[in-house]
């Protein structure tokens, strides 16, 4: 079975759907791609599916330590290099909670950084990973 199908729906605009649950995403092109920005752009998505891998696998290694994940949060910035037109660098932000021990912000920080997403990008894109406990 397929992970995913998608159509060209025109206007640089895609609509996929994943083929086990039935949801959908839009892509739209950036408007400084010819697009409106009306929607994730494919590199957007690149960028969001970085950090929502590491907060998966932070949020498995967490349960395995009966550690408490809810309401970590991230902030992504997806920076493009000219030529070629590519991800250059990824800059993610993770709000992670105060009360974590040394110990355990270790174990999750070295999680997140070898999330399957994470070791499949291009080793020239830069991952620049902050983690904020507050």
């Known amino acids: ?47 969001a599916a970085l950090g929502a891998c590491m907060m998966t696998i932070m949020g498995i290694v967490a349960g395995r330590h009966e550690l408490d994940l809810t309401g970590v949060s ?4 997806k920076h493009m290099a000219a030529e070629p ?7 993610l932000q993770f709000r992670m909670p105060a009360s974590l021990s040394a110990k355990d912000r270790t174990i999750l920080e070295n999680a997140a950084r070898t999330c399957p997403v994470a070791l499949s990008l291009n080793p020239e894109i830069r991952q620049q990973v902050q983690f904020l406990y507050e």
């Open 1 to 47: 079975m397929s992970t995913a199908t998608a159509r060209y729906t025109g206007n640089l605009r895609t609509e996929a759907t994943h083929t086990a649950s039935g949801n959908t995403i839009f892509t739209d092109a950036p408007v400084d791609n010819h697009g409106r920005g009306e929607a994730f752009s494919p590199t957007d998505l690149v960028s």
């Open 74 to 77: 991230f902030e992504v910035t």
């Open 85 to 91: 037109r590519r991800i250059a660098q990824i800059d």
